[in-house]
């Protein structure tokens, strides 16, 4: 099959490798589309490992259709069409998947589209509402709002009920999560996101942070945070390492401070948060409630490119390469 590899200078090109082969309890899919996520780019600096036992090749989440059924699978199909999260292996024709990680996905989807759902939607969904208990009425504060990621938590904690303050980097991310209706869209270099936070808020703070940054914004997260509130960690874009940290204050408001990954979790918990998610949040998905926002659509022979504009930091919402 064709693959995507990397070359010695970390430049990405299309060539040959190992078709994978189909397992028991397990879907072989032709994969028709497949989304970048920030740890693509690091694993092919050689930054970020695949967990033992996961393919090789780049790529967290795909979308297509199955080709081979594995011993002791039932419910689905040879043609069935599916997006799913993977370990590894998205930016290849074919990818094999425990069958329990499978979504199926109806004629009203794109592959396009639905390969923009798995990863970001279901790390949203993992640290708001597995991890983070976010309730109707409660305040959340999401940073990087207009990222894949941050565009979906935007559209899952409104459909919950919650209040949703959003930061951003530029005008234009502005107004495009305030089209998702977030409630105030903060451009950080324009406003203090402390300031506005406790202004919206009345001063109480907000009951939930969702974190990607890290370090850079730990000391802003704890003035915001509101009594008994939630940080949600889950990335540290701005660094890991916080320095001379008094931890007496964010004890005295008893803030819980809960990390994750969604890639190394084990598989039986990734397909009992498939299982939830696709209760949940699937049908509001299908029926146009909430949606995958597309930043931009790649050939093949782009990837390199594709790559480069999420590096500038340029995209809003998901980036999708076409699988050749």
Known sequence: MIACLVNENKALYWGSWPKPNCGSGELLVRVEATALNR??????????????????IIGLEMAGVIEEVGVGVNGWEVGDRICALLPGGGY???????AELAVRISDKLTFVEAAAIPEVFLTAYLNMFDLGRLKAGEHVLIHAAASGVGTAAVQL????????????GTDEKVDAVERLNADVVINYRNQSFEDAVMEYTNGKGVDMIMDPIGASYWKSNMEVLAMDGRLILFGVLGGSKVEKVDLLPAMLRRIHIITSTLRGLPIERKAALTASFVDWAMPLIENGEIEPIIDSVWEAEEINEAHARMERNENIGKMVVLVP
């Open 92 to 98: 290849a024709q074919y990818a094999t998947i425990p």
């Open 39 to 56: 740890a693509d780019l690091l694993q092919k600096r050689g930054l970020y490992s695949p967990p033992k036992g996961a393919s090789l």
């Open 157 to 168: 904690a409104k459909a919950a009920g919650a209040f949703v303050i959003a930061t951003v």
